[in-house]
């Protein structure tokens, strides 16, 4: 299993902690939105003598209530055709073991969510990486480019749309050609959504379950961990009106009994959520998003292309490693008794040396500490000895 580009870092982010310095995370999607009152109530509210097993596909209500909410986005399916899981990363590996078999291969436009790389692995899968890039603000690459990446043991395409780790919200026409692709070579597509409510510029979300003849090959991967800023909850949803494989994954489901019962009563209580908690979450993940980004450009030799959904960013930074200056940053590196975690782009790409400039930013802290953020990064560059000169583009040039 490969290690996790997000953790990997932690042992050096806690022994900063225990000598006093604080940290500012931009390393990990954990939002400091509040988690809507609502769920938190419910399990309050709660009246239970004993905490039951649900159905191995969740509980009914809350099944037939996310019917409801799909329909409210233009997704219309049946109870039968969704399953409750334990987070979104459950929904990704059962999808990956019930679509495919020990040896088949998926494509990924990369750089892509670097755990989509273990879950491969458990699934006993190999990742085709296919390459986007930093230029064209990470979009979908070119149909040549997926078409070149086929075998005959290709099964699948898995997309992140919104995207992590890039924040690129792909265009209607980038999913057609993907639709296309897969209608062409017969091809599961497993879309990972859970960014869906995070869209900026009036810009709206198209899902796979939207694409007109791909409905025997759309697989929706879901979660409510981020919409509702509800991490430990570990409630995610596998969607698709493809019957025998939500018979193949129900068997998956059954193996590990039931998603977490709590969770779920959480969960359906979310759906309650007003849509003004949804208006004051975009306003502000987009000042966040507004400010960052301008102020990762304006430090010398960073490059930030302006993401339009999720809440991260890729940048390119003038540094030799960004594994090691991410180190260097908690290790070596403090100012006011303060310095900041990143997470390295090495371990979103299939290859590492693509990342090795590269850094992945979540802005999930408030402005104010963004600010600070910033400010120690700019220094940090300044300061970091394997400091490179680079183009605007990312290419290195020449040691400082």
């Known amino acids: 299993m490969p290690a996790s580009p997000i953790r990997k870092l932690v042992p050096f982010a806690e022994a900063a902690k225990k000598e006093g310095r604080r940290i500012y995370h931009l390393n990990i999607g954990q939002p400091d939105i509040e988690t809507p009152g609502v769920m938190l109530d419910a399990v309050r509210r709660a009246d239970l003598r004993v905490i039951e097993y649900s159905h191995s596909a969740g509980i009914e209500s809350y099944r037939k209530r996310l019917c409801d909410y799909y329909a409210g986005h233009g997704i219309h399916v049946g109870i039968d055709d969704l399953m409750i899981t334990t987070g979104g990363s459950e929904a990704i590996e059962i999808a990956m073991l019930s679509c495919l078999d020990d040896g088949d291969e998926l494509l990924i436009p990369e750089p892509f969510y670097a755990n989509y790389n273990g879950f491969a692995v458990h699934a006993g899968l190999k990742v085709n990486p296919v390459c986007s890039s930093i230029e064209s603000g990470f979009a979908l690459p070119d149909p040549d480019d997926f078409e ?5 043991r290709t099964r699948a395409v898995v997309i992140c749309n919104p995207n992590n780790p890039t924040g690129h919200l792909y265009t209607n026409d980038e999913l057609e050609s993907l639709r296309r692709l897969a209608l062409k070579h017969n091809l599961w597509v497993l879309s990972d959504e859970v960014y869906r409510e995070f869209c900026y510029d009036g810009r709206k979300q198209v ?10 090959h759309a697989v929706l991967i879901d979660s409510v961990s981020k919409r509702y800023s509800a991490c430990g909850v570990r409630i995610g949803a596998l969607v698709s009106k493809n019957k025998a494989l939500m018979a193949n994954a129900l068997k998956f489901a059954q193996a590990r009994l039931s998603p977490p019962s709590l969770g779920q ?13 949804f208006d004051t979450v ?6 966040r998003r507004d400010f960052l980004v301008k102020a990762l450009n ?3 030799g960073v490059t930030c292309p302006k993401p339009s959904g999720a809440f991260y960013c890729m ?3 003038p540094v030799d490693d960004a594994d090691r200056f991410a180190a260097w940053l908690l290790q070596d590196f403090t100012h006011e008794n303060q310095t900041v975690m990143l997470a390295p782009a090495s371990g979103f790409y299939s290859n590492p040396a693509l990342g090795r400039q590269q850094v ?3 802005y999930v802290l408030k402005i104010g500490d963004l600010e600070k953020a910033v400010e120690c990064l700019a220094l940090a560059l300044e300061q970091y000895p394997g400091r490179v000169a680079t183009e605007n583009t990312g290419g290195v040039k020449a040691k400082i």
């Open 148 to 152: 070149k990446a086929l075998t005959p």
């Open 207 to 216: 899902s796979v379950m939207h694409l007109e003849g791909l409905e025997q």
């Open 265 to 277: 009563i959480a969960s359906e209580a979310a759906l309650d959520t007003p849509q003004s908690y």
């Open 282 to 287: 975009i306003a502000e993940y987009t000042s």
């Open 298 to 300: 304006d430090i010398s």
């Open 315 to 317: 940048a390119q930074l």
């Open 360 to 362: 992945r930013i979540a």
